[in-house]
């Protein structure tokens, strides 16, 4: 075991870090999406962000979990979401040749 100051140190480091990167991942999106509401977001500025990265709802981020945590389930869960969009898409498809 770490003990004394450098168990403590490493501790610090490591929450700081934590405490960084999930509020990066929590704020960026909010923040992107609120300048792009505004119309201020500056569009020579690449910004490495993808909506789809964003889990859309719970059931969606417990899968990204357990996708990262067992990989082989990531080519299951892409072919059903896949078929989850299309169906979605065709149904909007559907929906507005039915409004003409």
Known sequence: MVAGKSGKILTVVFV???SWYTG???WK???IEKLEEEGRLRKDIDLYYDKDEAPR???D???KVK???HPELKEKYE???ATEQTSKLLQQVKDIS???
């Open 57 to 59: 709802d719970w059931e």
């Open 61 to 63: 981020l417990k899968m």
């Open 29 to 31: 999106p909010i923040v």
């Open 16 to 18: 700081s870090v934590l």
């Open 67 to 69: 996708t990262s945590l």
């Open 79 to 81: 072919k059903e979401h």
């Open 98 to 100: 039915k409004e003409k």
């Open 24 to 26: 990066l991942k929590f």
